[in-house]
């Protein structure tokens, strides 16, 4: 049994001889003619090159349609995983699923690495191409996930913004009314700039003080206990509101959204000449608040809205205060 790989035109084509007769098959590039040959000499020797076919797996294009459709009825983070899918099609669209190997995956991250990609960001486009592939081997359409177990590239250690208590005060201080509410929500609460948004005086539980989020980005709704000067502040705020109107009262006539969050936090942000500080910074300085109080990292991930204790990790460096005085407050020296 003899086979090759040559171009004819602008296919490539895979060809091999069995029991003297030649079988032909074609393919956009020479890598998907290489892979051919591979699937017609294994299936000559099972004796089957030349009978019927099955129906050829779907493409990563194919399957990409099917993926994002349930990204976008499942998943808040759904448009991100569209930009990554849309990349990961442009590259390797074209080839079947069982066709996509580690080396083209690998490939095309150290391309992306070369375009100044962090090793963050390489990450998460291969975390959108894992899950994928996952989803295709619950769907049938793969027996496994060759990306099982995929060498992640190396990132630097999680940033840990900080925020005195007179930054605090002055970014609060300096911003416009609404802002200004729209931060000490997430600094009470932890929530995400997006659910905070969202939030609804239907959504506030005023005989227990807590506000419920509805649509997290895990999916799953959670309810925030708020601290008693908060809660208080909310039900004076309530009169004459219906339940459907936006808790965070609008801008000129007009609800904000996230772009006028974002235009207000850069505003903000400069007034106390800090840069460096992000919208989403508040709800790690809100959960390292909460951690310095006792709380356990079941109860950080709760109040986050963490499924997994994995992300709550990153809020929990070490408070060296707080360490020293529980080093502190052990026992005496044993007797030697």
Not at 15 to 40: D, F, V, Y
Not at 186 to 210: C, I, K, Y
Not at 295 to 306: D, N, R, V, Y
Request: glycine share 6%; aromatic share 8%.
């Amino acid at each position: 049994m003899s086979g090759n790989v040559f171009k004819r035109g602008d296919k490539w084509i895979a060809r091999i001889t069995h029991n003297g007769r030649q079988r032909w098959r074609s393919a956009p590039n020479k890598t998907m003619a290489q892979n051919l040959l591979k699937e017609m000499r294994e299936e000559a020797e099972r004796e089957r090159l030349g009978l019927p076919r099955r129906a050829e797996p779907l493409t990563l294009a194919e399957w990409s349609t099917k993926y994002m459709s349930w990204a976008e009825d499942n998943k808040e983070s759904w448009r991100s995983d569209q930009t990554k899918m849309a990349f990961w099609v442009e590259r390797l669209g074209t080839y079947r699923l069982t066709q996509i190997t580690r080396d083209l995956v690998r490939d095309e991250l150290q391309a992306l690495k070369l375009k100044g990609a962090s090793p963050a960001t390489t990450n998460r486009y291969l975390a959108c191409l894992r899950k994928a592939l996952s989803m295709a081997v619950e769907a049938g359409h793969l027996e496994s996930n060759i990306l099982f177990r995929f060498h992640q590239a190396k990132e630097a250690p999680a940033r840990q913004p900080n925020l005195s208590p007179e930054e605090e005060r002055d970014l609060i201080e300096k911003s416009t009314p609404w802002a200004a509410w729209l931060i000490r929500m997430a600094l009470a609460t932890g929530a995400r700039q997006g659910e905070l948004l969202a939030l609804r005086w239907g959504d506030v539980d005023f005989a227990n003080s807590a506000i419920i989020i509805r649509n997290s980005k895990s999916g799953d709704s959670r309810r925030i206990p708020l601290p008693g000067y908060l809660a208080a502040e909310m039900t004076a705020r309530k009169e004459g509101k219906a339940s459907r109107d936006p808790m965070i009262p609008g801008f000129e006539g007009k609800p904000i959204t996230s772009a006028t969050a974002s235009s207000a936090w850069k505003r903000s942000r400069g007034k106390i000449d800090r840069p460096d500080l992000r919208f989403h910074d508040l709800r790690h300085i809100a959960a390292s608040k909460l951690l310095t109080q006792g709380a356990t990292l079941p109860e950080i991930a709760a109040w986050l809205g963490h499924k997994t204790l994995t992300m709550s990790k990153r809020y929990s460096h070490v408070s060296w205060g707080r360490l020293t005085e529980m080093v502190d407050s052990l026992s005496e020296a044993p007797e030697r």
